[in-house]
């Protein structure tokens, strides 16, 4: 494609039409609300018992392959060596590197993080496959995106800067040229989800709503530039801040400038059917 797919996979973020009142959904968000409305509402259980996870779920969405079978059950947070095999063999990044095609992590990774994962490694399903294509994190020459998207990373998580800042990082994003695939992995509303709990501890509901409009905010520079865009999540957890654990809530799957099915195809109904959907953009 001339100019590359982007994709903001997101971490423990349910739908708003499964989301309780008064959320974080709740937020005014004039871009992203109505993208993910506009969208599919995926279950992520797979018809298993027990609460999705992130490595299955994920390893699901970057392989097309039902990981929760593999597992046996829902598994994460990180992968363990049989999901690590199905990254290995058949993850996007991987499957487009060996078919000639370009891909690229847009995550910022602090120093600490590679001295910790020199010490043990526990690489989430994301940065394990685009290290398995033999690509490298940080990679040069491309607009670098925080998880936190610049809210601190521990309580009270005060934001800094503009929430304007990241539709300028959404503008620069969409004028990349050069690569095929671009993967924001937004981990950090999981963290967030998991600080829930009633009652909601000091400065939680802000930072979850602060989070939404700096996402807003990137989608919208995106969009505005006319860069494609999916937009995914692995399963639920942010949308909830009265509790603690995941959730049963279904995820969106939303895009723009691609399909989210092909004509006559049945339009997908959970998280690995939307992965076989990603696959397909690229003809794998």
Known sequence: ??????WLALDGVGHPADAPPEGPWETPLPTLRPFVEAGLALDATLGVPGLPQSATGQTC??????????MGGHFGPQPGPTLRRLLDAESLPVRLTQTGRR?????????AYFAAQAQRPRHGCFPYSFLAA??????????????TL???YRSPWAAHGASDDWKRRGEAL????????????????DLLGHEGREPLPDGLQDAARAYLRRLDALLEGL?????????????GNFEDLGVKSHTLTRVPFAASGVSLGRPGDALPGNVLEGGRVLRKIYGL
């Open 174 to 189: 969409a004028a990349v040229r050069g690569h095929d695939l671009l993967v924001f992995d937004a981990w950090f509303s």
């Open 134 to 147: 033999g690509l490298p994190l940080n990679p040069p020459g491309l607009p670098p995106l925080s998880p």
């Open 103 to 111: 891909a690229a992590l847009l995550n910022v990774y602090p120093p």
């Open 150 to 152: 610049g809210l601190e």
């Open 61 to 70: 969405w970057l392989t097309g392959q039902d990981a929760v079978a593999a």
């Open 223 to 235: 969009l505005q530039a006319g860069a494609a865009v999916v937009l995914s999540s692995d399963h």
């Open 1 to 6: 494609m001339p100019s590359p797919l982007i």
